[in-house]
């Protein structure tokens, strides 16, 4: 059974940084592209960040350009979001997302997502 | 505001044949595939349809997805109270680098 658990998530000061993590498991995690997508509270979707199935390529968004950093352990099935400089816009749920390719918004599987919430 | 533009709502009664419709442009929706997910109330977003209008394995034949140009449509017939939930498009986009879009999302009420 396909899973992906993600953790890391909590309340954490505006300027201050967290590492979300996405544990999976049931499928060969090295042979997918993995993304994060996010929703503010009573809002929509929105779109964070890409790594290709070996790492080499990633994608951000612009709200998290130069701010957020994607990677992931494939020797540890796992999947990691830093997020430096949090600003309050950045509260959300965060989801972490299977794919078989980065060029794509087709998302087989998602986690069950982690809340950051940045605040003072 | 969104890329891909959906209504903000839509409602119909069990049994009923309702659409929720999805606008984009040469970018996104005119040169790529649509997908759709379905999110009910405090779960994570569930792929529903791929691929313009592929079902994955375990999506009841209710729910039905179509694309004409820049536009694509989410289609559910036999309305249940069970699929009172959020729906999202999503499309890849080619603009700039190329990123992922989602519409804003469209809340289905079972009345």
């Known amino acids: 059974e396909v899973q992906l658990v993600e953790s890391g998530g909590g309340l954490v000061q505006p300027g201050g940084s967290l590492r979300l993590s996405c544990a999976a498991s049931?499928?060969?995690?090295?042979?997918?592209?993995m993304h994060w997508v996010r929703q503010a509270p009573g809002k929509g979707l929105e779109y964070v960040s890409v790594?290709?199935?070996?790492?080499?390529?990633?994608y951000y968004a612009n709200s998290v350009k130069g701010r957020f950093t994607i990677s992931r352990d494939n020797s540890k099935n796992t999947l990691y979001l830093q997020m430096g400089s949090l600003r309050a816009e950045d509260t959300a749920v965060y989801y972490c997302?299977?794919?078989?390719?980065?060029?794509?918004?087709?998302?087989?599987?998602w986690g069950q997502g982690t809340l950051v919430t940045v605040s003072s | 505001q969104s890329v891909l533009t959906q209504p903000p709502s839509a409602s119909g009664t069990p049994g009923q044949r309702v659409t929720i419709s999805c606008s984009g442009s040469?970018?996104?929706?005119?040169?790529?595939?649509v997908n759709w997910y379905q999110q009910l109330p405090g779960t994570a977003p569930k792929l529903l349809i791929y691929?313009?209008?592929q079902r994955p394995s375990g999506v009841p034949d209710r729910f039905s997805g179509s694309k004409s140009g820049t536009s694509a449509s989410l289609a559910i017939s036999g309305l249940q109270s069970e699929d009172e939930a959020d729906y999202y498009c999503?499309?890849?986009?080619?603009?700039?680098?190329?990123?992922?879009?989602f519409g804003g999302g469209t809340k289905l009420t079972v009345l």
């Open positions: 997302a299977r794919a078989l390719l980065v060029w794509t918004s087709e998302f087989d599987y």
């Open positions: 049931g499928f060969t995690f090295s042979g997918y592209a």
């Open positions: 790594i290709s199935s070996n790492g080499g390529s990633t």
């Open positions: 040469s970018s996104n929706i005119g040169s790529n595939t």
């Open positions: 691929s313009n209008n």
């Open positions: 999503a499309a890849w986009d080619d603009s700039l680098n190329g990123h992922v879009v």
